[in-house]
């Protein structure tokens, strides 16, 4: 099976634009979950999808959003950004009950906000 | 704010045992323990996964006490390639909504 796919890979934005990532999660997992890393705070979670509702949130303010497709595919959001944005954006798409979960990440887009 | 806590970094030998321990003291009741290796520039890689007690696969072991407050990632005879960053990952409930918590992450380094 193909694994989970981001795109694109490397993006550079300015302060306030916007920008949206997306996400293709392995054939068959319905639940797709964004993290944002970087080095001071570590991989935080963003928000989870399952059959195209949000299933659970992080605490990030609500410049960020995402939505999940019916085909599962997911995309996040984010609006006016800041320089604090700057990070790699992971996806991660699961199979299982929940807590019983296994995540499988893709490669991640790297985000650079000038 | 609950935390799930590591040790920043651990240094060892190839062929040595190496044991990085993960405490996660509000882990959710029917939640289970997810290891992950990450390489920079990419992805975390699943390790291992359990619930309670001990775990094995072909690369690792898993060793979750009776409490399931911590767990003890094992990886047995270390190697150069090893040298990454390992981060343990819980759901959480002390927000009141279930997250997904990963650990700060352990930076293991393998010396020759």
């Known amino acids: 099976k193909a694994g989970v796919t981001q795109t694109p890979r490397y993006l550079i934005k300015t302060r306030g634009q916007q920008v949206t990532l997306s996400c293709s999660p392995i054939?068959?997992?319905?639940?797709v979950s964004w993290y944002q890393q970087t080095p001071g705070q570590g991989l935080q979670f963003l928000f989870e999808?399952?059959?195209?509702?949000?299933?659970n949130k992080g605490n990030f303010p609500g410049r960020f959003s995402g939505r999940q497709f019916s085909n599962s595919r997911s995309e996040m959001n984010v609006s006016t950004l800041e320089l604090g944005d700057s990070a790699l954006y992971l996806c991660?798409?699961?199979?299982?009950?929940?807590?019983?979960?296994?995540?499988?990440f893709g490669p991640g887009t790297r985000l650079l906000v000038l | 704010l609950a935390k799930t806590t590591q040790p920043i970094s651990m240094d060892s030998y190839e062929g040595q045992e190496v044991n990085i321990t993960c405490s996660h003291n509000n882990i959710a009741t029917n939640d289970y323990i997810t290891w992950y290796q990450q390489f920079p520039s990419q992805g975390p890689r699943f390790i291992i996964q359990g619930y309670k007690t001990k775990v094995t696969n072909e690369v690792a072991s898993l060793f979750i006490p009776a409490d399931r407050k911590s767990s003890t990632l094992s990886l047995p005879r270390v190697s150069l390639s090893d040298t990454a960053v390992y981060y343990c990952?819980?759901?959480?409930?002390?927000?009141?909504?279930?997250?997904?918590?990963f650990g700060s992450g352990t930076r293991l380094q393998v010396q020759p």
């Open positions: 999808y399952f059959s195209e509702t949000q299933r």
């Open positions: 054939s068959g997992h319905r639940s």
């Open positions: 991660a798409s699961s199979f299982g009950t929940k807590g019983q979960e296994t995540q499988y």
């Open positions: 990952l819980v759901g959480d409930y002390s927000t009141g909504r279930r997250a997904l918590t």
